[in-house]
């Protein structure tokens, strides 16, 4: 493993480790990516052997339990899923995007690390015992749908996966597991659904939840398999069905195991649950959740800073159309109140991916803001959330559009923020 930076005042350099220097072993075992060395270097005393300017040196230390030394290392290789599931959005990326955004990431050491759903069909029983050894819990599992046929025909994967053992095995073995349908009309809906959740939910309570999300589909699926849509009109036909599942699926102590994420509410323009429909789990990244736990964190925000403006300002705040309902009769009132402050909110279509189809704010494109706002009248900046960039470094749209491009492009100044109202409102200040 590279080191990248090692922390100022840190055990790593009292020892003299460098960036580029690598670590090759902890206590004689092979230190293969991050979770092997946070699983290694827990103890308090370790032998470590480092790669340092050709030479192998080892080091006794003695420190605090899960000290980690103070180092930061270079990304470990993501493994790639082994599926090619009919709904997966990769293959709905229009041709001529960066790299990256062809690659279906499929790695568990991602899941336990960040949330990210894999479907296990790329996991053999090596890195099955490895999660259990290293106590890799909880995962986030991509089920779908658990009967054999139609996996086969839905992850276009070849053979029989394995599913449900690897699930017996892990939650035997004390493995927490998060599991998810992401729901094709006609394809794994009716009877295949309840079927998918009832093999899940015998695994309860180690299995502890499935969250249920509409297929995701955009515009470029030329020779892709027929999807359905969600319409409304099937959100709410589906919603009732999810309430009588719900109610049958439960934990043994009652607790829910079935969750819908936002988008079936919003679609139906229903209101959305509290935060304590979701009990004790974090689903959010997985946009279940997510808007509920916005709303309590955001009031509670505003609340604790109470906001004021000295002089007046105009600003304009934009984001996808899903919640562009939801944020004219919640969030934009609630920053309207604000003294001295002005606020224009224009929702912004998706036409990059299909305006009809994707509506999410964290997959619109730089390309897509400027055609939209270029001339309109904006104020003095507009501020988007800082999901439109590119989760890994922050920087950049799906189109590869910096803040500063998008900025030129429509004459004032864009921002981002995150989910806070002290971030919102720093902006403000600032600018």
């Keep these: 493993m590279k080191i990248l930076s090692v922390y100022e005042?840190?055990?790593?350099?009292?020892?003299?480790?460098?960036?580029?220097?690598?670590?090759?072993?902890?206590?004689?075992?092979?230190?293969?990516?991050?979770?092997d060395y946070r699983f290694k270097i827990s103890d308090e005393n370790v032998v470590?052997?480092?790669r340092q300017n050709g030479e192998i040196l080892e080091y006794d230390i003695e420190k605090d339990y899960d000290d980690d030394l103070g180092l930061e290392f270079e990304d470990f290789r993501t493994r790639k899923c082994a599926n090619d599931c009919?709904?997966?959005?990769?293959?709905?990326?229009?041709?001529?995007?960066?790299?990256?955004?062809?690659?279906?990431?499929?790695?568990?050491?991602?899941?336990?690390?960040?949330?990210?759903?894999?479907?296990?069909?790329?996991?053999?029983?090596?890195?099955?015992?490895?999660?259990?050894?290293?106590?890799?819990?909880?995962?986030?599992?991509?089920?779908?749908?658990?009967?054999?046929?139609?996996?086969?025909?839905?992850?276009?994967?070849g053979k029989d996966d394995n599913l449900l053992r690897k699930f017996e095995y892990l939650t035997e073995n004390g493995i927490e597991l998060h599991s998810q349908v992401v729901l094709c009309p006609e394809w794994n809906d009716g009877e295949f659904l309840e079927q998918?959740?009832?093999?899940?939910?015998?695994?309860?309570?180690?299995a502890r939840s499935m969250s249920i999300v509409p297929a995701g589909l955009t515009k470029h699926?030329?020779?892709?398999?027929?999807?359905?849509?969600?319409?409304?009109?099937?959100?709410?036909?589906?919603?009732?069905?999810a309430e009588q599942l719900g109610k049958k699926y439960r934990l043994k102590d009652g607790r829910r195991f079935l969750f819908l994420s936002d988008e079936w509410f919003?679609?139906?323009?229903?209101?959305?649950?509290?935060?304590?429909?979701?009990?004790?789990?974090?689903?959010?990244?997985?946009?279940?959740?997510?808007?509920?736990?916005?709303?309590?964190?955001?009031?509670?925000?505003?609340t604790a800073i109470s906001p004021k403006l000295e002089t007046p300002q105009q600003v304009t705040?934009?984001?996808?159309?899903?919640?562009?309902?939801?944020?004219?009769?919640?969030?934009?009132?609630?920053?309207?109140?604000?003294?001295?402050?002005?606020?224009?909110?224009?929702?912004?279509?998706?036409?990059?991916?299909?305006?009809?189809?994707v509506t999410v704010t964290g997959l619109l494109t730089g390309q897509d803001i400027v055609n939209q706002l270029k001339g309109e009248e904006l104020g003095k900046i507009v501020i988007f959330s800082d999901r439109i960039l590119r989760e890994t470094d922050g920087k950049i749209t799906l189109d590869d559009m910096t803040l500063e491009q998008i900025s030129n492009g429509i004459g004032t100044q864009v921002l981002v923020t995150d989910d806070s109202p002290e971030s919102f409102f720093k902006l403000l200040a600032s600018n």
């Design 317 to 357: 705040v934009c984001s996808g159309t899903l919640i562009s309902d939801w944020f004219k009769t919640h969030l934009i009132p609630s920053i309207s109140r604000i003294e001295n402050l002005d606020i224009n909110y224009i929702p912004i279509r998706n036409e990059f991916f299909g305006a009809a189809e």
């Design 86 to 157: 009919i709904f997966c959005f990769v293959d709905q990326n229009p041709k001529g995007m960066r790299e990256a955004l062809y690659f279906r990431d499929g790695d568990f050491r991602l899941s336990f690390l960040y949330g990210h759903y894999i479907t296990m069909t790329n996991m053999g029983w090596k890195e099955m015992k490895r999660i259990v050894d290293q106590r890799l819990s909880p995962l986030y599992i991509s089920v779908h749908v658990t009967q054999p046929d139609k996996r086969l025909e839905m992850f276009l994967y």
């Design 9 to 35: 005042n840190s055990t790593a350099a009292e020892l003299g480790l460098k960036p580029g220097d690598r670590i090759d072993a902890i206590d004689g075992s092979r230190v293969r990516d991050i979770i």
């Design 48 to 50: 470590l052997r480092v």
């Design 266 to 302: 919003i679609v139906t323009k229903r209101d959305l649950p509290n935060t304590d429909y979701y009990e004790d789990v974090d689903l959010c990244e997985n946009g279940v959740g997510q808007v509920p736990l916005f709303w309590e964190q955001w009031q509670d925000g505003m």
């Design 221 to 241: 699926r030329d020779g892709l398999p027929f999807i359905p849509p969600v319409t409304r009109d099937y959100a709410e036909k589906f919603i009732h069905v």
């Design 196 to 206: 998918t959740i009832k093999d899940i939910h015998q695994y309860s309570p180690m």
